[in-house]
Nanobody, 127 residues
């Protein structure tokens, strides 16, 4: 069973930083062989791809909105994926989700192809 749990969200001022974590709390399976991704959804908007990482961590891709400010990483020994977010802007305010893709090894920007999702963590950036 894969059960993803995000943490690390909160309220931060513009220009600040947050580090989101996503851990698989399921006891049966490890996500170390899954590609992982981070997405976000603001009120009234569609879910938006931010970043994805291959199972090994050796390959990453980013949306233009995340390039240069966000960094995705993983620690397979800890069954955890991270999203370091710097230089946050009010428009980054959203619920942030992590997701696992069991079908491919490489990073994947398509949310429709992910198999498991966390419940999300709220990030609010004040101006």
């Amino acid at each position: 069973q894969v059960r993803l749990v995000e943490s690390g969200g909160g309220l931060v001022q513009a220009g600040g930083s947050l580090r989101l974590s996503c851990i698989n709390s399921g006891r049966t399976f490890s996500i170390s062989s899954y590609a992982m991704g981070w997405f976000r959804q603001a009120p009234g908007k569609e879910r938006e791809f931010l970043a994805a990482i291959s199972w090994s961590g050796g390959s990453t891709i980013y949306a233009d909105s995340a390039k240069g400010r966000f960094t995705i990483s993983r620690d397979n020994a800890k069954n955890t994926v991270y999203l370091q977010m710097n230089s946050l802007k009010p428009e980054d305010t959203a619920v942030y989700y992590c997701a696992a893709d069991r079908a491919v090894a490489g990073p994947n920007p398509n949310p429709n192809e992910y198999d498991y999702w966390g419940q999300g963590t709220q990030v609010t950036v004040s101006s």
